[in-house]
DNA sequence: AGTCATAATTGAATCGTTTCAATTTACATT
DNA sequence: AATGTAAATTGAAACGATTCAATTATGACT
């Protein structure tokens, strides 16, 4: 292993000067400085980043924890984040927590451990109990996508959810479904909905605005799984619940329950229509097609990664919050209902 | 910060005694372990992993790069690496090349710089000429799935791809289809066909033993990505290639080529059968569903981990390979061809 | 030539561990 | 009590960079 000290040797310059040229320090004359250089590459030198992290209390490392990496959803912001890091010379180490808590703590403090730059949540990954324990430490940047915690030190970058739930629920209304079952993320002790709460809130907000009357029988809870969407709609079907349009609170909870709907032998969205959220790749390739919400699942990356990066010298002295927007894709999962359109019967 | 050298004086030891407490050297006596325990829990001492890394020269920390952590068929992967990596104790920083080499090249050596204590590769994210060139030097364990290098230095993980491609088109060739088109992976300059090689093998073996003779014409060229999948169809489709059949070398490329197929108006199996391979999720909730080719996801991604960290302390002087079993699923996208069947005319 | 400000350079201290040769302690044996 | 051996403990030297106060060189100006 060759050193900055052999390198100085070489070169014949202090080490404190080799390392100046390194980090192009500009008082470094250019006669040394190329002196350097040439010793650099004669010695195929390269600076050891455990020395420099040790010294520098700097890692270039940014953390980020997924609740669920097999959910389409994740992996288009992770490469976003992914190679915007990587644009600025940073490399970012991936947890998954699996949608458990447990998981999602142990990966913050390995995260911690290693002495991150910063850390990115993505969803609720981390219940807000462990989060604030650490706030008050010298804790790394932190950005939560996705989520909003509403603690102040932490960074979020959100979509509007109130509004993607509204215009969900809003869209079944306008085409003249009335009993819209929806099916949640997971419920949980301290951490309502586990951040599907917006959805929430926009679903009802849509409902009033139509006068139509809150059901609370006609709410399931998923886990924001394939499987917990496709159990979750069984329960509506063996319920006789008489739902006519289902809103899922992400899309891969209502391909899975478009499953079922198929398995039960009903038509989609003839007898039963449904609506998810997030707009993965899958959502336009599933038969039907999927009406859903799309999320700017780019721009949610980039911009956690700006923020961070932003700030990763001195911490922000106000509270970052950026809201970004969302809209309705359209597609075949959603139709007037059977009623309002031919009669015909025909099973798949 | 708090610091072993309080704990020790805290405690009344030398700093070394601390030091084999915290790493449970079994010589220090009882007593005194008790004593530095007190006094960590105390001051609430936290290691720190930098000056750790510094000075053993090791980071508990694995590199990963994937292709396309978009492709599904990744994620799963990766979950199964996190997982029993974070099991031993390490961390993966993760790295997504696009497909691209360049960017491949690039994360190969930021995970070098990182000194991360090993690297798996999964499919042929890093040129062979580009690896080559870092075996005399010491380098970090490296661990390739799916794809063989043929590189004796290098552990590897993978299929029988060859089998595969085998079972897929015998599977059509069965079913009375004598043309069968093909969806290969991308063209290389020095890596032919970027570790696909062992499905078009197989392809090729099961014509020759069908007496069919090998028509370069219906080879299109892909990228395992879901739109060369549908451009590659289009292309069969534009130049009236008259196939009966497609065997796609990812699911995601079968899925766009089904894509192609169905916006044609054409039917599946009807009027072209599709059979894919990996067997990612989705297969089995796109209409139709996918024939494919099963790949041990779980077991590709831990058997990698394996590897790695049995030999992290020091390197294996013999060459690692392991081929895991695959299998056929049968899905609707595949059945007789349609003058062995009804004749009745239906589309979309 | 002398003075002074500025530009370059030096090298020891530091980051916080682990390691290991040297030393001390404890205890059994004669 | 002396001796020998094994068990505990010590603390200085690494690991390889960055930082910074101190020093030296350079050149402009009188």
Chains 1, 2 share one sequence.
Not at 55 to 74: K, M, Y
Not at 86 to 95: E, Q, V
Not at 139 to 155: C, K, N, Q, S, T
Not at 232 to 250: P, W
């Amino acid at each position: 292993m060759t050193t900055l000290k052999d390198v100085a040797k070489k070169s014949g310059v202090a080490v404190g000067t080799a390392s100046a040229v390194i980090n192009n320090k500009s008082w470094v004359s250019e006669k040394t400085r190329q002196r350097v250089l040439q010793a650099i590459k004669e010695l195929n030198y390269q600076p050891n980043q455990l020395a420099r992290n040790l010294r520098t209390q700097r890692t270039n490392t940014i953390g980020v924890i997924v609740p669920d990496i097999t959910n389409p959803f994740f992996p288009q912001i992770i490469r976003n984040i992914g190679a915007l890091a990587h644009k600025y010379g940073y490399s970012i180490i991936l947890c998954d927590s699996n949608e458990d808590y447990q998981l999602g703590i142990e990966a913050f403090h390995v995260l911690l451990d290693k002495k991150v730059d910063g850390i990115i949540l993505i969803g609720g990954v981390v219940p807000k109990r462990e989060l604030v324990k650490y706030l008050d430490k010298k804790h790394p940047l932190i950005v939560v996508i996705e989520r909003d915690y509403g603690i102040p030190e932490i960074a979020t970058v959100v979509v509007d959810a109130i509004k993607g739930g509204y215009l969900a629920t809003k869209h079944l209304l306008d085409l003249g479904y009335n009993k819209i079952g929806i099916i949640t993320g997971p419920l949980d002790d301290d951490d309502f909905y586990r951040g599907s709460f917006g959805r929430y809130e926009g679903y009802k907000k849509a409902l009033e605005e139509y006068k139509i009357s809150f059901n609370p029988e006609i709410v399931k809870q998923g886990d924001f799984s394939l499987n917990g969407g496709y159990k979750a709609m069984k329960q509506f079907l063996e319920n006789n619940s008489q739902v006519q349009a289902i809103f899922a609170f992400n899309d891969l909870m209502a391909i899975g329950a478009m499953e079922a709907i198929k398995e039960k032998g009903l038509r989609i969205p003839e007898d039963i229509a449904v609506v998810g959220y997030d707009d993965i790749p899958e959502a336009s390739y599933v038969f039907p097609t999927l009406t859903t919400i799309r999320l700017p699942k780019a721009q949610l990356g980039r911009m956690a990664v700006e923020i961070l990066l932003n700030h990763t010298k001195k911490k922000p002295e106000f509270s970052i919050k950026k809201v970004l927007p969302l809209e309705l894709i359209t597609r075949q999962s959603c139709g007037a209902p059977l009623k309002l359109k031919s009669n015909l019967k025909w099973r798949y």
